[in-house]
């Protein structure tokens, strides 16, 4: 079946579409859509070739889907790539870049840049804050 034909099919009616507002953007939630649009160019359900970037303990986990393996086998149609969560957001570029390289979905190329950086953004530890120094007429008082 053709990917535009599996769109038209898809596009109203799925079990991942999140519509907050009725006249607003349309969001969805499925596997290997990186910006989490409803569209047909992020569409993971719909495309052949498609990206998926996910957070795991150890970093992120970025799986591909191999466009020549037979539609029965699921896990031996995908191949995954892994980047260590203190790596930073240059392993994770040279991830995504490389398979943008190899011809495998290059218009994605800056939606999976931006969702590995937010996905390592949001993993990395925050620093804890440094004491509020204390100013004008109270930091006088505290010294005389």
């Known amino acids: 079946m053709s990917t535009d034909l599996q769109w038209l099919l898809l596009r109203k009616y799925n079990s991942f579409l999140v519509k907050k507002v009725p006249e607003g953007p349309i969001f969805s939630k499925e596997p290997g859509n990186l910006l989490n649009l409803h ?33 029965h086998a699921v896990r031996p149609a995908r191949s995954t790539a892994s980047v260590r969560n203190r790596s930073g957001g240059r392993r994770s570029l040279g991830v995504v870049a490389s398979i943008a390289k190899r011809g495998y979905r290059p218009d994605l190329r800056a939606a999976a840049l931006g969702r590995s950086s937010a996905l390592l953004a949001a993993q990395k530890e925050k620093k804890a804050s440094p004491p509020k ?6 930091a006088a008082a505290s010294i005389a």
């Open 39 to 71: 569209s047909h160019k992020y569409s993971g359900l719909a495309n052949s070739k498609t990206i998926d970037i996910q957070s795991s303990e150890s970093g992120l986990q970025i799986t591909t889907r191999k466009s020549k393996a037979s539609p």
């Open 133 to 138: 120094k204390v100013r004008g007429k109270k």
